[in-house]
């Protein structure tokens, strides 16, 4: 089992939809990053929360530390948000060796159709 | 030229082959990191250099070897590879290290023939 959950693997979604994208953990962690990562390689850093809720423009990302339990949403989607979303955590304690390096997850590839 | 940048973008080499893979940084970081990144699998840290000194080597085998020449270039050498070692290797960089937000390059697609 992975240490970086995320559901679902794959999404496709009409052209205004809302979106929905999870991520769960199971370590100890100081800080969740979400990425996105479009066709071609590039990644791209949306989000780096520790609590709470965050915002920009049509995304946002909320986390709950007793859950362990962290979702992104896009408001409105639009073809172009289609790419790969990662959510990554960083660990709190002596993890695989080190402490605080990314643990990511598989990631979410989402497609949005005109 | 700003951000985060790695040359080649593309590279296919035979499996006796040396090359090399670059990354400059142009945001004043303390921290490097090399990734690779396989199909069906998450992202795997493979080098961390932090002020020039490394500070991380995730069991990577020995045919990758890093260079960090100074805090703004980051290099993996590459000899004798195989071709479960095609990906995609990305190259970040942060601040500091362990607790700052990375930015990532475009990456290089290598594949091994």
């Known amino acids: 089992k992975n240490e970086v959950e995320q559901s679902p693997q794959n999404l496709t979604a009409q052209e205004g939809e809302f979106i929905t994208i999870n991520c769960s953990y199971s370590v100890g962690i100081s800080a969740l990053h979400w990425l996105q990562q479009h066709p071609g390689g590039g990644i791209v850093s949306l989000f780096m929360l520790s609590s709470g809720k965050k915002k920009h423009g049509r995304l946002i990302a909320t986390i709950n530390i007793q859950e362990k339990h962290s979702s992104l949403h896009i408001t409105a989607s639009h073809p172009r948000d289609s790419a790969v979303y990662i959510c990554a955590v960083r660990s709190s304690a002596n993890y695989g060796g080190s402490q605080g390096n990314l643990i990511f997850g598989k990631g979410t590839k989402l497609s949005v159709k005109p | 030229e700003t951000g985060v940048t790695q040359t080649p973008r593309h590279l296919v080499m035979g499996m006796t082959n040396k090359k090399s893979l670059k990354c400059e940084q142009h945001l004043g970081h303390n921290a490097m990191y090399w990734y690779k990144q396989s199909a069906k699998k998450p992202l795997e840290l493979m080098f961390v250099?932090?002020?020039?000194?490394?500070?991380e080597n995730n069991s990577v085998p020995s045919r990758f070897s890093p260079e960090c020449p100074n805090s703004s270039h980051l290099f993996l050498h590459l000899h004798t590879l195989q071709p479960e070692d095609s990906a995609l290797y990305l190259c970040?960089?942060?601040?500091?290290?362990?607790?700052?937000?990375?930015?990532f390059g475009p990456g290089t697609r290598l594949t091994v023939t």
């Open positions: 250099y932090s002020l020039e000194e490394r500070v």
């Open positions: 970040a960089s942060s601040q500091g290290y362990l607790s700052y937000e990375q930015y």
